[in-house]
């Protein structure tokens, strides 16, 4: 299993220069909690990540401070993790989230084009179908009145 078999490929994106409020409006409307932040990959076309937005990034770096999101623009206050290779190992991912303290990464194809998003989440739950195949299934209980005559 590697990290593009596992990400979502249908990424919300917004660009860096945009106002945070037309952000949070985006991350409302597509009822997603980040956004990968893209710039244009040159004439290859295509979207290269250079950052996240999420929801705890507009209440630290703005709510908090009480600075006006119509004010800010996305690359003020977006996190940088580094994106991970689609090839790359649910391993590696989680090596990376854990040493780069996120939740979410940006996975990019060979040419260092945006492929998707992949959450800690959905890790978790690709683990916990794998998980429930080892599960013994439950004895049925027309099985357990036969045993006990």
Known sequence: MNA?????RNVVTVRGHEELATAAWI??????????????????????PVGLLTDRDIVTNVIARERDPRSVVVSEV???????????????VLQRMRVGGTRRV???????????????????????????????????????AETRR
């Open 4 to 8: 593009y078999e596992l990400c979502q």
């Open 27 to 48: 991350m409302r409307e597509r009822n997603v909690g980040s956004l990968v932040v893209v710039e244009p990959f040159g004439t290859q076309g295509g979207w290269r």
């Open 78 to 92: 977006m996190s940088r993790p580094a994106p991970v290779n689609a090839n790359s190992t649910i391993e590696d």
């Open 106 to 144: 940006a996975v990019i194809d060979d040419r260092g084009r945006l492929a998707g998003i992949l959450a800690l989440d959905d890790i978790f739950e690709h683990m916990a179908r794998r998980m429930s195949l080892a599960a013994v299934p439950p004895v049925r209980p027309d099985l357990r």
